[in-house]
């Protein structure tokens, strides 16, 4: 089915124009490294002070409040041009195992943030009120931090698999 | 010796046939180049950011730097080492190409373009720390976002052109 869409996708004239402009994949692939640069260091910013590697400057509820909604509008430009990247290239993207990894990633990530950030909006300091909390949010920090790791090369690795 | 050659006996170091020559050698120091690249450009794109007003706005520039900067420089020393070993592999060609030499010059330019920032315009930070920057800290955020796009942007083209 995914094979059929792929084929499907590929014919259609607007994935024929994009592939047809040599500048289209590149300059796509920029603005596109470009918004997992800025979502990548925000989540890592945010986790080294969950981890409490860094402990200077705003508190890790204003820090989160800060940086997660930057995150979502970056998501945005990421799934736009993602999305152009797909059309262009549909048997490059689609069929590819590290892509596919790539987007279970991406949903697990999404997840972990949405969780960290729904539970500190309601009580800045649940992270820290308990040492089983310290733990847990640790474990998602470290979670969340090789999420984007793995994405990223993930995202490589699509251009080799 | 001339550039050329240098490129050619750079090329046939043992190190160098070897990534060349594995399956996998290449594909993985590039990833870890691009995941070092996106810690540098999203860590400079903050500071930046500051610096213009933009970003950050509650924070002060030294406690931002004090944050921000050990982490640019740790990724920047990854993202170089594995960059020097990838151009290692491919020299001639690398040498040859014209994103790359474009990616190298801007590279310059933004280092230079953070040394007349830390060492001359950022002297008298204190004045400035917690509120709007001068006219020169704002310019050097410009450059150094320009640079960094450039950057990222021939390195992707790089693949194209090799």
């Known amino acids: 089915m995914i094979q059929a869409f792929s084929d499907w996708l590929a014919a259609t004239r607007l994935s024929q124009t994009f592939a047809d402009l040599g500048w289209f994949v590149p300059t796509v692939q920029t603005i596109h490294?470009?918004?997992?640069?800025?979502?990548?260091?925000?989540?890592?910013?945010?986790?080294?002070?969950?981890?409490?590697?860094?402990?200077?400057?705003?508190?890790?509820?204003?820090l989160a409040g800060g940086y997660v909604p930057w995150v979502w509008r970056f998501l945005v430009i990421l799934l736009i041009s993602?999305?152009?990247?797909?059309?262009?290239?549909p048997g490059r993207e689609l069929m590819n195992n590290a892509f596919r990894l790539k987007m279970l990633l991406v949903v697990a990530l999404v997840v972990?943030?949405?969780?960290?950030?729904?539970?500190l909006r309601k009580d800045?300091?649940?992270?820290?009120?308990?040492?089983?909390?310290?733990?847990?949010?640790?474990?998602?920090?470290?979670?969340s931090l090789a999420l984007c790791l793995t994405i990223v090369a993930a995202g490589r690795l699509i251009a080799y698999v | 010796m001339s550039?050329?050659?240098?490129?050619?006996?750079?090329q046939e170091l043992s190190f160098a046939t070897a990534i060349s020559e594995s399956t996998w050698l290449f594909p993985m120091l590039e990833t870890i180049h691009v995941m070092?690249?996106?810690?540098?450009?999203?860590s400079v794109a903050m500071m930046d950011l500051r610096l213009l007003g933009i970003g950050s706005r509650d924070r002060s520039?030294?406690?931002?730097?004090r944050s921000v900067l050990p982490w640019t420089w740790a990724a920047f020393a990854v993202a170089a080492i594995c960059g020097l070993l990838l151009f290692s592999s491919k020299a001639v060609a690398y040498y040859d190409n014209i994103p790359f030499r474009i990616k190298v010059v801007c590279l310059l330019f933004a280092g230079m373009n953070m040394l007349v920032f830390h060492f001359v315009t950022a002297r008298d930070v204190g004045a400035w720390d917690n509120g709007r920057t001068p006219a020169a800290a704002r310019v050097a955020g410009v450059v150094s976002l320009s640079?960094?796009?450039?950057?990222?942007?021939t390195g992707r083209w790089i693949g194209f052109t090799t």
């Open chain 2, 3 to 10: 550039a050329p050659e240098l490129m050619h006996s750079l």
């Open chain 2, 147 to 153: 640079l960094w796009v450039v950057i990222v942007a």
């Open chain 2, 61 to 65: 520039i030294s406690e931002l730097t």
């Open chain 1, 33 to 62: 490294i470009l918004a997992i640069a800025a979502v990548v260091t925000m989540l890592s910013m945010l986790n080294f002070r969950l981890l409490r590697i860094t402990r200077d400057g705003p508190s890790l509820q204003n």
């Open chain 1, 82 to 89: 993602g999305a152009l990247l797909t059309i262009t290239e």
């Open chain 2, 36 to 42: 070092a690249l996106t810690l540098v450009v999203g």
């Open chain 1, 124 to 143: 800045p300091e649940y992270w820290t009120s308990t040492p089983q909390r310290r733990v847990l949010g640790g474990a998602i920090a470290v979670a």
């Open chain 1, 112 to 119: 972990l943030t949405v969780v960290l950030h729904s539970t």
